[in-house]
């Protein structure tokens, strides 16, 4: 259907009514409506449509009337749960509105004191998930399971499936709106597949003609900045680097970090951050043994390849809880802050990126009793910050620590330069699931995408979604 074969009304104007039938079902509303769709939708040229005759749409008319209120209100009707969320997607991608769908259905801000879990994506085949990468624009999903990467829209509708070359996909990063970079333990190398054309566009290898021993790399975690995608890899003989791809070539840039050995302080970095606001590469590591946890937190500047700070626990005993070793270490990228649960007492701390020293470490205290750890060394620890909140799955149980919000005028926390000081009290500690959510299995991911949280169970299939319901916005009040 193009504008051009549509003359505007003779009168009239954004109150000007229209006439339309809708799979034989008359609808009137006003010029201005149907306008509000957007200049390239559908409804658009057919509000400029001449004659008193109505406009007839071979289209399903009770959707229509959802999308009518949707355009009048800006809000769904309550008739809309009558349909699927891909009925409702598919209609709005023929009169061109899904950007005002999106809007309607996207889940209210993520608070971690009221999320539950609303579904649970499985895919088709082989339904244990192995890797899962998230949109944070629009909480959409991409999930490797074996050799396979199924991907989820923006409403968590199954979108494509490919079959890589790959058995046992371990690693994913979403490094374009359509491209993955994808590692697996069992293969060498950092592979990229293009989802829209469902083919392999290229990988790449870490060589060192000079070094025998450096074949076979694997790759054990993957991140991504605007002009490069930065990949860990492991060479059988433990050696291992960083190396930094530039994502236009997808050819090797530079090499970062290159150290051998099979001790605490040179073994490959497990999980990797680009943090945008300084420009730096974040990676830890971290084993556990019969004596306990160790591992090291180290911040590299890709320009030199130099690490400008890092941290090895067990340490020199500088530390405050020297023996309490971090089992999981996350960064929180928009406060540049970094975080760690302690493997014995299972105490979160923080650390403000932009002021670390030998002992940057304030240890967050819980107020309340009934809230504090009491749990038994052992457990496993997983972190993720997301949206200001800081995640912590303990085996089955996931916890929330979030930001408490400074009294105006207060000063409460005090200030340093480039920001508030972090202070033990700056942060609460709620439960997010129930006994029941507990029990279902061990968290092995946490990751933040859109206004959701996905986490994945050891040897549990699918990823189960989290949001927050329309009330989280509600503020108790107290006297």
Known sequence: MENGNFQPPASGGGGHRIKLNVGGKLFQTTVSTLQSSGPDSVLAALSTRPGPDPVFIDRDPDIFSVFLSLLRSNRLPSTARRFSKQELAEEAAYYGIESQLRLAMAPPPLSGIDASVVETIRPASEGLPSAFTTAADD???????????????????????????????????????????????????????????????????????????????????????????????????????????????????????????????????????????????????????????????????????????????????????????????????????????????????????????????????????????????????????????????????????SRVHEKEGSGEFGEVEGGRAITEDMYRRNYVDKVEDSAKGIIRKIEGGGNRLFVSREDVEGIEVWESSNLSDAVAVST
Not at 170 to 175: D, H, K, N, Q
Not at 282 to 303: E, H, K, L, M, N
Not at 322 to 344: H, I, Q, R
Not at 364 to 384: A, C, F, I, W
């Open 139 to 401: 909480g959409s999903i991409w999930i490797a399971h074996g050799g396979q990467v199924s991907a989820y829209d923006w409403n968590l509708t199954h979108s494509s499936t490919i079959r890589t070359h790959l058995d046992d996909i371990t690693s994913i990063c979403r490094v374009w709106p359509d491209v993955a970079a994808l590692g697996s333990e069992p293969s060498a190398g950092l592979h990229f597949y293009n989802f829209s054309s469902s083919r392999h566009i290229g990988s790449t290898h870490w060589t060192d003609p000079s070094d025998p021993r450096i074949y076979k790399a694997r790759v054990t975690a993957v991140t991504s900045s605007p002009d490069n995608v930065f990949a860990s890899f492991d060479c059988p003989h433990r050696e291992n680097c960083i190396l930094l791809v530039d994502k236009t070539t997808l050819q090797v840039a530079s090499e970062i970090g290159r150290q051998s050995g099979s001790q605490a302080k040179n073994i490959v970095p497990g999980k990797l951050t680009w943090l945008p606001t300084m420009g730096v590469i974040i990676g830890t590591a971290v084993t556990s043994g019969a004596f306990g946890y160790s591992g090291y937190i180290r911040i590299w500047d890709p320009r030199s390849g130099d690490v400008v700070w890092e941290t090895n626990e067990p340490g020199s005993g500088r530390s405050s809880r020297f023996g309490d070793s971090f089992a999981d270490a996350a960064v929180d990228v928009e406060e540049s802050t970094l975080f760690k649960v302690c493997s014995k007492s299972g105490d979160v701390a923080v650390a403000d990126i932009r002021h670390l020293g030998d002992d940057p470490w304030v240890y967050l205290e819980d107020k309340n009793p009934s809230m504090r750890y009491t749990g038994e060394p052992g457990v496993s620890n997983v972190l993720h910050c997301y949206k200001g909140q800081v995640f912590v799955g303990r085996d089955g149980a996931l916890e929330v620590w």
